[in-house]
């Protein structure tokens, strides 16, 4: 199974960022998938979440602000983030179910600042 993570730069505080997530080796359909980020000197964190049916959840932080979702047909997941505040800041990860075992992919850098 492989991630692919795209979309991060630098962007100013309250501005907006789609991050997009190729997945590779399973069918995004039939899996929890979530998008993680790890900020500097912070572990990494659940930031969303989003059922094979459909159920979603987010950091307490970022509702309102994001929005994950997933394009089947693509076999993509995607985290819209709005009003960007510099603590979301980090390198953003895509991943199913951390039990699964699988790799990180690279990861995207998401840079919040004026």
């Known amino acids: 199974v492989e991630f692919v993570e795209s979309g991060g730069g630098l962007v100013q505080p309250g501005g907006s960022l789609r991050l997009s997530c190729s997945v590779r080796?399973?069918?995004?359909?039939?899996?929890?998938l979530a998008w993680y980020r790890q900020g500097p000197g912070m572990k990494r964190e659940l930031v969303a979440n989003?059922?094979?049916?459909?159920?979603?959840n987010y950091k307490e932080s970022t509702k309102g602000r994001f929005t994950i979702s997933r394009d089947n047909a693509k076999n993509t997941l995607y985290l819209q983030m709005n009003n960007l505040a510099p603590e979301d800041t980090a390198v953003y990860y895509c991943?199913?179910?951390?039990?699964?075992?699988?790799?990180w992919g690279q990861g995207t850098q998401v840079t919040v600042s004026s």
């Open positions: 080796g399973i069918t995004v359909s039939n899996y929890f």
């Open positions: 991943s199913r179910a951390r039990s699964y075992g699988d790799s």
């Open positions: 989003l059922s094979s049916g459909g159920l979603i």
